[in-house]
Structure formats: C-alpha cells, structure tokens
C-alpha cells in the first residue's frame, strides 16, 4: 500500500496579481520526516509553506492532512504551528509565560502547562530559564525559545521558514544539529524552508528543490547532490562543472573533446546530454598522464581545501578542489572516474 504521508499536496496552484508563484505542485510528506524545501528567493517555497499553515488560499489545488482536504480549512483549526525567522517573542514576558502563552490561551489547567513548559525547557537545553527575561538572551536562546512555544502544543507537523537565517556561522551550525536531535526527539513531522544548500544536506532526511514556482527534484541529500536531475539542481546544490557532451552508448560518454567511461546507462545512442564532474572528483596529475591537459590560473585557500581553476587546451575552465595545492601557472593534466561523471539528457529549453 503506498504512503499516503499526513501532508499531501495535490496540484498546489498560487497566482499573486496574475502572477504564478506555484505551478501544480505535487508532493508527499511523510510522518515523523524532516524534510526540507530548497531554492533561491522567488521560488515558491516560502507560499508553500504559508499555503500548509493557512495563512494564504491555494488558486487550485488541494491540500490534504490526514487525507483530509484542510484546503479552505482556516489556521487555528489546522494541527500545525510554525516558526519564522524572526521568532516574535512576547518581550513583556518572561520565557515561561512564553512558552505557556499558547497553553494558558486553550484553557490548559496551569498544573499540566507547568509540567509541559519544563518539559520544553528540558528539550531545548534551557532548564532554568523560566523566570528570565527574553530580551536578556541571545539570538540562539531566543530562536531555542520560539521553537519550544510552538512544540508546547504538540503540533503533528511543526512549520519552520527559514529560523537560522538571523544567526551568526557558528551559532546557526550548532542550532542545525539541535533542530535536528529536537525533531528525532519528539518525533513530529517537521517542513523546514531555506535557501542554504549545506543547511538542507546537514539536517534534512528528504530535499525538495524548487525554482520557479515548480518541484525540480526531491530525494535524500545524498542522492540530491550525487544524482542531480537537471543543470539547474546540479549548478545550486553544490558548485559542479557541467558541460555539454553527447552519450555515445551506454557506459560510454564525449566531452571537452574525448571519450570517457561512465556509468550511466539507458540514455540512448548518440543523445546530446549535459555532463555533470563536481571539484572535489577532478583529480590533478602530471600534464602528460590527463585525460585532459590544461594550466592551472587561479588558486584560492579555503580553509580545509585549495579551489583551482584550470583552463583547459579546449578554453573550458574547470573548478578543481584538492586539498593538495598546485600553484598559479602550472601545467597539468586531470583525471576524472567513471562514477564521478554524472550524465543528464539534456532538456531543450
């Protein structure tokens, strides 16, 4: 029997001012799942999640919950809560009177909204804080906060648009791996939104890529970033050099003027395809033991890896990281493997 999730969406449809901002989307969420909706600003993933909260109505299309059509449904009655980037504390409020506001609203006798604040308290790694000011904490506190105020309700699914994007580096990447262990802990579905590609590798457990208002492709991280289904995913999760090739036969694919091995098959015979090699599987040799010959032209440290680029005899200038530095005006050759060449039939736009 397939997997009918607790969120379904069915042909999502949004026009703004004769604008589509969602073109029929189509998507399937399954429970206790993170799952991330990825893609640069305009792409539709914000509305989307606006659209499963109720604060926006879909121009066509249906949203279901449960299997329930909540399509029209308005957003006090939807089992839902979200958290935005700017976490909209109450700052006349202590913490506790935070947490317990959405609790103290539904009536919740005040012996079970204590025990259920400090059980957030605890989740967030905040015991303690209760009777503390939320002016007086910081950004990461505060954001540990907001997302215990929507958890105290114990939502089925738990709405976050972008809630890191506010922080520092450092802060952000510690606040990924407690928005993680948070949701493994309490075992809600959680619709995050970002445009960070590294965000939605590190927490997510299904990627959902967007761009102009349509679904580009969803998978794990590992398959979003290993198996890209088109220029577009390939160029925004990532940086890849891609070129346009032609698939000769199966296991076999032309570019930058020679034949390689692959390993993709099932493409067809001499099919114009585009040819996807990431930095990090370029590997530099001495110039006369390439598959390709070129001079590197640029070299810039980063930190735990050297990015190069290296212009090759045909003027294509690949992106090379190595964690071994070739300097600026060195002759080189590079090799690529079969399982680092990624083919995608081209789609003519």
């Known amino acids: 029997m397939p997997d009918t999730g607790i969120v379904r969406l069915v042909e999502l449809t949004k026009h703004f001012e004769g604008h589509t901002v969602l073109d029929q989307i189509n998507l399937t969420v399954r429970k206790n799942e993170f799952l991330t909706l990825l893609g640069p600003s305009g792409c539709g993933k914000t509305t989307t999640l606006r659209l499963i909260a109720g604060f926006e109505t879909p121009s066509g299309g249906k949203i279901l919950f449960d299997g329930e059509d909540i399509s029209q449904m308005p957003p006090y009655r939807r089992r839902v809560n979200t958290v935005f980037q700017r976490h909209a504390l109450f700052p006349h409020m202590n913490v506790f009177e935070n947490i317990a506001f959405g609790l103290q609203v539904k009536k919740t006798p005040a012996k079970e909204i204590r025990a259920r604040v400090e059980k957030m308290l605890a989740l967030v790694n905040l015991e303690g804080y209760g009777e503390r000011s939320v002016e007086a904490l910081s950004g990461g506190q505060q954001q540990r906060i907001a997302i215990a105020r929507a958890l105290v309700n114990e939502p089925e699914v738990l709405l976050l648009d972008e809630p890191l994007s506010a922080l520092d580096l450092k802060l952000r990447r510690d606040m990924q ?4 262990r948070i949701q493994k802990q309490v075992g809600s579905t959680f619709i995050f939104v970002t445009h960070d590609q590294e965000e939605a590798l590190t927490m997510s457990d299904t990627v959902v890529v967007m761009n102009g208002g349509r679904i580009q492709q969803i998978g794990r991280p590992e ?49 114009p395809v585009d040819v996807v090699v990431r930095p990090e599987d370029v590997r530099i040799v001495e110039a006369e033991a390439g598959m390709l010959s070129g001079t590197v032209t640029t070299v810039t440290f980063k930190g735990v890896h050297y990015e190069m680029v290296v212009t090759a005899d045909d003027g294509y200038e690949w992106l090379v990281q190595s ?22 039939k081209r789609v003519e736009s």
């Open 177 to 180: 791996v407690e928005l993680k």
């Open 323 to 344: 964690t071994a530095m070739t300097p600026a005006g060195a002759a080189v050759g590079m090799t690529i493997g079969p399982n680092e060449i990624h083919v995608m």
């Open 223 to 271: 398959d979003i970033y290993n198996e890209p289904r088109n220029p577009f995913v390939a160029d925004f999760i990532g940086e890849s050099n891609i070129l346009p090739g032609r698939m000769v036969r199966d296991e076999r694919v032309a570019f930058a003027g020679r034949e390689f091995v692959c390993v993709d098959r099932g493409i067809g015979e001499d099919v």
